[in-house]
């Protein structure tokens, strides 16, 4: 079965600083999705990756996928408070159901 | 305005219990599903019905068993709650049956003392 796993697991940053999340998966990608979950609610859709080397960006974030698609990065420009959360990606299953497996996430702190 | 909404956002309730969670999605959306989420906030896929069908079924106790009235509405009634079942369980839908673009309510904490 699929796995997915992202580094690091938290991360803390002062406000205005750039990061990156990555996101590996154990198989090659059907497609990669990138969640954001803020504290007591549920996920929002960020963006989706689906060909090799790709790559979105949506205001100040920025995702890509490799050219293998076993890998993805998250990257947030400019940090700010806004921006903390948990993000998940998650591996499309390519059987038309719709499935998501997740990796665990990572926890975003940024301090003003 | 909500576009998937669940009821109710906390439940407390003791082992032995049985319990309801309600999903409702005002999105027209053809797909809906219900996802746990761990202590350690690991999500993982339970169940998903696309217009009132069973779709994915993952495995999950018997004990826990979804129902889909109409295709706006995904409830998920727990029997015989056990500890292990503190979670907290998030509902979604999707426009279609294979879209991973899925809209999230905003979770319903279960804590089974």
């Known amino acids: 079965s699929q796995e997915l796993e992202q580094s690091p697991q938290s991360l803390i940053v002062q406000e205005g600083k750039n990061l990156t999340i990555n996101c590996t998966s154990s198989?090659?990608?059907?497609?990669l999705y990138w969640y954001k979950q803020k504290y007591g609610e549920g996920l929002i859709f960020l963006m989706m990756?689906?060909?090799?080397?790709e790559e979105k960006s949506h205001e100040k974030i920025t995702a890509k996928l490799d050219e293998k698609k076993q890998q993805s990065s998250l990257h947030i420009t400019a940090s700010q408070p806004s921006h903390a959360g948990i993000y998940l990606c998650?591996?499309?299953?390519?059987?038309?159901?719709?499935?998501?497996?997740f990796g665990q996430g990572t926890t975003l702190q940024v301090k003003p | 305005d909500t576009a998937v909404s669940q009821t109710p956002k906390y439940l407390v309730t003791q082992m032995g219990n049985d319990k309801s969670i309600k999903c409702e999605q005002n999105?027209?959306?053809?797909?809906m599903y219900w996802y746990k989420q761990d202590s350690k906030k690991f999500l993982k896929i339970m169940f998903s019905?696309?217009?009132?069908?069973?779709?994915i079924n993952e495995t999950v106790p018997n004990r826990f068993s979804p129902k889909s009235p109409d295709k706006a509405h995904l409830n998920l009634h727990i029997n015989s709650l056990e500890l292990g079942d503190s979670a907290v369980y998030f509902c979604?839908?999707?426009?279609?049956?294979?879209?991973?673009?899925?809209?999230f309510g905003p979770g319903t904490r279960l804590t089974v003392t």
């Open positions: 979604a839908s999707s426009q279609g049956q294979g879209s991973h673009e899925q809209y």
């Open positions: 198989k090659t990608l059907y497609g």
């Open positions: 990756l689906q060909k090799g080397g």
């Open positions: 998650g591996a499309g299953d390519p059987s038309n159901t719709g499935k998501l497996i």
């Open positions: 999105l027209g959306h053809d797909t």
């Open positions: 019905y696309n217009n009132k069908e069973l779709i």
